[in-house]
T-cell receptor, first 112, second 106 residues
Framework: NAGVTQTPKFQVLKTGQSMTLQCAQD?????MSWYRQDPGMGLRLIHY???????DQGEVPNGYNVSRSTTEDFPLRLLSAAPSQTSVYFC???????????FGPGTRLTVL | KNEVEQSPQNLTAQEGEFITINCSYSVGISALHWLQQHPGGGIVSLFM???GKKKHGRLIATINIQEKHSSLHITASHPRDSAVYICAAQGGKLIFGQGTELSVKP
């Protein structure tokens, strides 16, 4: 099993550009989530999904969209990137919201 | 005040020392997670516990539900244990502490 995969590993954007961070898992997990990690802030939940077709907002959802058309994939879209979105983004999955979380390797995003 | 607080924020130890990292939380939880993050690396789940104690190799995690406190212990520490250790409280969602950066010197 590949576990949780994320692409790209690194990305530099200009303010106003859009992009999609990809996340996929091959463990048939229902629960998937996106976090951002900033120095001194800890991990913060952006959006999460409890199954295909179901998504909900986390702690810091503004500026981000998600969709969950399949169990395997949970892409995160930045519609108009801002410097405040410079961060490291982690995708995670688990059987449910109350099970061990499996994290992807992260995407380091810089917005200029 | 953060809902999940870790102490210390930074810790330097000599190889072989016994290490304790503490986590206090103020929310109701169903479980407490301990995670490990190596420099520039991904995040790995070490433990998920809802009561008592769990042990894996040289790592031991304990939780006291009444006191809303958990500890992560590392016995016979080694330089490869150098990492950031993160606790997360599992309520309706995961709430993360800010992490403890551990450096173990040879």
């Amino acid at each position: 099993n590949a576990g949780v995969t994320q692409t790209p590993k690194f990305q530099v954007l200009k303010t106003g550009q859009s992009m999609t961070l990809q996340c996929a898992q091959d463990m048939n997990h229902e629960y998937m989530s996106w976090y951002r990690q900033d120095p001194g802030m800890g991990l913060r939940l952006i959006h999460y999904s409890v199954g295909a077709g179901i998504t909900d907002q986390g702690e810091v959802p503004n500026g981000y969209n998600v969709s969950r058309s399949t169990t395997e994939d949970f892409p995160l879209r930045l519609l108009s990137a801002a410097p405040s979105q410079t961060s490291v983004y982690f995708c995670a999955s688990s059987y449910s919201n109350h099970n061990e979380q499996f994290f992807g390797p992260g995407t380091r995003l810089t917005v200029l | 005040k953060n809902e999940v607080e870790q102490s210390p924020q930074n810790l330097t130890a000599q190889e072989g020392e016994f290490i304790t990292i503490n986590c206090s939380y103020s929310v109701g939880i169903s479980a407490l997670h301990w995670l490990q993050q190596h420099p520039g690396g991904g995040i790995v789940s070490l433990f998920m516990l809802s009561s008592g104690k769990k042990k894996h190799g040289r790592l031991i995690a304990t939780i006291n539900i009444q006191e809303k406190h958990s500890s992560l212990h590392i016995t016979a520490s080694h330089p490869r244990d150098s990492a950031v250790y993160i606790c997360a409280a599992q309520g309706g969602k995961l709430i993360f502490g800010q992490g403890t950066e551990l450096s173990v010197k040879p």
